[in-house]
């Protein structure tokens, strides 16, 4: 079983839409959850962490589900340029201690 | 504040050649890793460094693949020989502490013919 699963999608949304992205991660130790951004041919950028009490960031919701080992991304009145591969990425602070990525979930924005 | 560099940012070679990449990660940062993104994957952690000390290895394939960072700055990987199935992005991060504060490199793109 992968460490961190997406939907690889692609979603296709009009501009406008709202999206949701969801992410599972297997171990339940895990401590710190963030979503990347990756637009193509680019390196990955941090967009937010993920707090067990939900957060926000402008047209941006990511929640956290500890007891399903469930992440999700919301994304309201998409953009153009919110065309991106989105990164559900996880940290352990024991063994590797470094940020596992998922696959990414790409998104395309269409006008 | 600058950010971190990589070199070359491309490279062609054929399988059995060697290769070598070059990061330099941000002033003060601790930590630096490199990672290895296949197309339609996302990244896959290679090894970390802590200053000049390896923390975690476990994924480098280690017959082919080696990698240092001598005075804790600067940081190479190389790969000897190149197979077909490395063809790939390889990205080098540094953060100030463990797991958080990343800043990736733009990347080396590998494509073994």
């Known amino acids: 079983r992968k460490e961190v699963e997406q939907d690889p999608g692609p979603f296709n949304v009009p501009e406008g839409a709202t999206v949701a992205f969801n992410c599972t991660y297997s171990n339940s130790a895990s401590q710190s959850f963030f979503w990347y951004r990756q637009d193509y041919r680019k390196e990955p950028k941090l967009l937010m962490s993920v707090y067990s009490s939900g957060n926000e960031d402008g047209r941006f919701t990511a929640q956290l589900n500890r007891a399903s080992q469930y992440i999700s991304l919301l994304i309201r009145d998409s953009k153009l340029s919110d065309s991106a591969t989105y990164l559900c990425v996880v940290f352990l602070d024991t063994g590797r201690r470094a940020l596992t990525f998922g696959s990414g979930t790409r998104l395309q924005v269409q006008p | 504040e600058a950010g971190v560099a990589q070199s070359p940012r491309y490279k062609i070679i054929e399988k059995r050649q060697s290769v070598a990449f070059w990061c330099n990660p941000i002033?003060?940062?601790?930590?630096l890793y490199w990672y290895q993104q296949i197309l339609g994957q996302g990244p896959k952690l290679l090894i970390q460094?802590?200053?000049?000390?390896?923390?975690?290895d476990s994924q480098l394939p280690k017959d082919r693949f080696s990698a240092e960072r001598l005075k804790g700055v600067d940081s190479t990987l190389k790969i000897q020989p190149a197979k077909l199935e490395d063809s790939a992005v390889y990205l080098c991060?540094?953060?100030?502490?463990?797991?958080?504060?990343?800043?990736f490199g733009s990347g080396t793109r590998l494509t073994v013919v």
């Open positions: 002033s003060g940062h601790a930590t």
């Open positions: 991060a540094s953060s100030p502490r463990t797991g958080y504060g990343y800043t």
């Open positions: 460094f802590q200053n000049n000390g390896v923390v975690d």
